[in-house]
């Protein structure tokens, strides 16, 4: 019996957590889950977005799978998202795009992985006022982290027999700070002369990757722009439902969905599963689980392929549960 950290989070989090939690232990792996709250829902119960006794949950299990949280726009409190990663010390966001053949998209073989910083940059919250009129957010970037998840993309892509690592910057306007985590990156580069690697400008690699994402393989981007690509990347490949990612550091990794809370469908069953039970996925094959994996992995796609019990943004009629069911009948 593993132990893990569940944290259903906010919004649609509880309904597509289920889903995931549900195929997991249909698939016959057993994961006792301590269930732990975040964002609004612990606000409610102990008026502190990120509750201690979360964190130390997490890092007494090392795992945990969590669903996204609400973080209010320009109020209120900080983002318990950003403030767990950095307590945790999860200094790596990691989200596969791949395509999912009867998803919607026009991409038939969109195969990337994204390595995000996860620590600094403009998310360290580190913005003040400069008198009434002028707001100042400082961006930091350090050689350690930059070199650390550089470090990360390049071991996977090793591991993995992947061919190419792209950077993503604007050094030429941050010439001292998108400078440093180009330089760092390509200080890691040069360890690995048998994988190619290229540096490109981040509006050139916004285009590039919506005419010929096919071309592109693993990519390695300081904090912010790797928010703003992850995203778009879960548009190539048919949507925010589809794609999952894991926060992960040396004390822990906690898995969870690129989308948010969608407020529009929130309470309704009818989220799209696919993500939260591909977070299930990379969870079991980090747990050393990959026969269970793969099976879920192969449901999954075969589900969406079939198109039959899909929810509406896959273009069916379906509950969050009934594709979960049909994940289940297919494993
Ligand atoms: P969102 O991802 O919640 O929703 C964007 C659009 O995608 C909506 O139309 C929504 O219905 C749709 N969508 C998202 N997930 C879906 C799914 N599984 N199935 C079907 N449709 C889905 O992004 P939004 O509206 O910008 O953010 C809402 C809240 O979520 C905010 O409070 C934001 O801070 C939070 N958020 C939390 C994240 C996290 O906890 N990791 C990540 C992103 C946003």
């Known amino acids: ?23 997991i232990e249909a698939a016959g792996v057993k994961i006792s889950w301590d269930e732990k709250p975040i964002g609004q829902s612990a606000m409610a119960k102990h008026n502190n977005p990120l509750p201690e006794d979360t964190i130390s949950s997490i890092k007494t299990n090392r795992i945990a799978l969590k669903g996204p949280s609400t973080t209010e726009v320009g109020k209120g409190f900080r983002s318990a998202n ?18 999912i ?20 940059d403009l998310y360290m919250g580190v913005e003040h006022m400069v008198g009434k009129d002028a707001a100042e ?13 550089a470090s990360m993309a390049f071991n996977y892509a090793l591991k993995e027999n992947r061919k190419k690592v792209t950077c993503g910057h604007k050094a030429n306007i941050m010439k001292l700070s998108d400078g440093l985590f180009l330089s760092s990156v ?63 550091g040396v004390e822990a990794a906690v898995f969870e969905p ?9 309470g309704q069953g009818i989220a799209n599963p696919t993500a939260a039970i591909l977070c299930g996925v990379m969870l079991l094959e980090h ?10 992995y192969n449901s999954v796609r075969h589900v969406i392929k079939e ?25």
């Open 1 to 23: 019996m593993y132990k893990a950290t569940l944290i259903p989070g906010d919004g649609i989090g509880p309904e597509v957590i289920k889903a995931a939690t549900t195929v």
């Open 82 to 99: 950003v403030s767990l990663r950095q307590r945790l010390n999860l200094y790596a966001n990691i989200r596969p795009i791949k395509t």
């Open 101 to 120: 053949e009867g998803a919607n998209t026009k991409y038939k073989d969109i195969d990337l992985i994204i390595f995000r910083e996860n620590t600094e």
């Open 137 to 149: 957010s400082i961006k930091i970037i350090t050689r350690d982290a930059s070199e650390r998840i």
């Open 186 to 248: 390509k200080n890691i580069a040069s360890k690995y002369p048998d994988i190619e690697y290229e540096e490109v400008i981040m509006e050139s690699l916004f285009m590039k990757m919506v005419m010929n994402p096919e071309k592109f393989d693993v990519i390695v981007l300081p904090n912010l722009y790797g928010d703003l690509l992850a995203e778009m990347c879960a548009g190539l490949v048919g949507g925010l439902g589809l794609v999952p990612g894991v926060n992960i």
């Open 258 to 266: 690129t989308h948010g809370t969608a407020p529009d469908i929130a």
């Open 287 to 296: 747990i050393g689980e990959k026969e269970a994996a793969d099976r879920i």
């Open 307 to 331: 198109g039959k019990y899909v929810t509406r943004d896959l273009g069916g009629s379906y509950s969050t549960m009934d594709m979960t069911k049909a994940v289940i009948d297919n494993l």
